[in-house]
């Protein structure tokens, strides 16, 4: 490895490293920089599996017995070492995940072909909270989501915070942007795709009911905490779809109910896939 020992905390190349803790700033430079952040080594493990290329690393010593076989096939690329006081200096935080690695953005993926390869759809609406977006990722990891479409507004998967406690989902499950509801709304049709909006309406079905009957092509979709979908979404959307609540709770966290509807859609899958197996066994159609 090429390994450097952090001797000046301004140096220039130690640039991608500063000023973490600045949510507004990193949203900005990050992106434009062409750069994320993966913390820990699992996720910067789970980065390099996913073809992911380094631009350099920022760690303690005692952690590079376990990164070294990580970085086997990246020999040139820079790895800061220095003391845990240095390291809260330099990023604004006790670095108590021993690495960061500050990692080439993916280019963007085009929602349109993620569409066409997927059947089953996480679509989240203006999601203003990292950790929020993190754990979404997590569950469509878990339950077996093929994909997350993103409107404009929505936070980004690659912010730190959101790759951190989806433990490097958003770095294995696809996902996109879209564009405007005016475009959103016809191009999720248009592909094949039942849009299901989880809301509080008087017309809303119970989730229960719904998985029993799920089409071919499925996009689930959430709002912004708080708010929830708006009425474009709503409009956009072919059915709504609501979690029954009890002792006076309306609303479940954006995350949670975003994991309970993928389990009950795999559930619901499952089931008819059995039910159709069973049938082919019969020797009757399916």
Request: glycine share 6%; charged share 25%.
């Amino acid at each position: 490895m090429k390994l450097i020992h952090i001797d000046d905390l301004a140096a220039p190349e130690l640039a991608d490293f500063t000023q973490l803790t600045d949510v507004a700033l990193r949203r900005v430079r990050e992106p434009e920089e062409g750069l994320y952040l993966a913390e820990s080594p699992k996720v910067i493990e789970r980065a390099l599996r996913a073809g992911h290329r380094p631009r350099a690393l920022l760690m303690v010593a005692e952690w590079l017995p376990r990164i070294e076989p990580a970085l086997a096939d990246f020999p040139d690329v820079p790895v800061y070492i220095g003391l845990p006081d240095q390291l809260e200096q330099l990023t604004g935080f006790n670095m108590h995940r021993g690495a960061i690695a500050s990692m080439h953005r993916p280019a963007p993926l085009d929602p349109e072909e993620l569409l066409r390869s997927a059947r089953r759809v996480v679509v989240l609406e203006d999601l203003a909270d990292h950790t929020n977006v993190g754990a979404v990722f997590r569950s469509a990891a878990a339950l077996g989501a093929d994909a997350v479409l993103l409107t404009p507004g929505c936070a980004d998967p690659l912010y730190r915070r959101a790759v951190r406690v989806s433990m490097g989902a958003v770095l294995q499950v696809p996902w996109a942007r879209l564009p405007d509801w005016r475009e959103a709304g016809p191009m999720i049709r248009d592909a094949g795709y039942e849009l299901t909006a989880f809301a509080l309406r008087d017309d809303a079905e119970d989730l229960a009911d719904y998985v029993e009957d799920l089409p071919e092509r499925l996009a689930i979709m959430f709002g912004t905490e708080g708010p929830g979908l708006s009425r474009r979404a709503l409009a956009a959307a072919t059915r709504t779809v609501l979690i029954p609540m009890e002792h006076g709770v309306d609303s479940l966290n954006v995350a949670t109910a975003a994991a309970l509807a993928m389990w009950a859609v795999r559930t619901g899958d499952q089931r008819g896939s059995g039910a159709t197996a069973r049938a082919l066994s019969a020797g009757v159609p399916g």
